[in-house]
Nanobody, 123 residues
Framework: QVQLVESGGGLVQAGGSLRLSCAASGSIFSMNRMGWYRQAPGKQRELVATIPSGGSTYYAESVKGRFTISRDNAKNTVYLQMNSLKPEDTAVYYC?????????????????WGQGTQVTVSL
């Protein structure tokens, strides 16, 4: 069983910063792609940023230049540094990870989600 636990959400004024963390625990062999999604009230969940185990990061256009995704493989943790926050960034932010549970071949990655953390940006 794998759990993803997010932390770091909260209330911040426009222009401020927050850093989200997501720690994975459980029976983990390796982590492939990790990422952050968000869902605002009345809207669909949208991709914010992803980071593979190796290679280039991806950012939604709306957050490019303001958000930075990073990971610590030793800690099975992914981070999202959010700067220059805007009221339209207000949403529940969800962590996602593709987890390989064992070293068997061929390997299979399973999809896991965190419970979400609220980010509210006020004017």
């Amino acid at each position: 069983q794998v759990q993803l636990v997010e932390s770091g959400g909260g209330l911040v004024q426009a222009g401020g910063s927050l850093r989200l963390s997501c720690a994975a625990s459980g029976s983990i062999f390796s982590m492939n792609r990790m990422g952050w999604y968000r869902q605002a009230p009345g809207k669909q969940r949208e991709l914010v940023a992803t980071i593979p185990s190796g290679g280039s990061t991806y950012y939604a256009e709306s957050v490019k230049g303001r958000f930075t995704i990073s990971r610590d493989n030793a800690k099975n943790t992914v981070y999202l540094q959010m700067n220059s926050l805007k009221p339209e960034d207000t949403a529940v932010y969800y962590c996602h990870a593709e987890v390989v549970l064992s070293a068997t071949f061929p390997s299979t990655a399973y999809s896991y989600w965190g419970q979400g953390t609220q980010v509210t940006v006020s004017l």
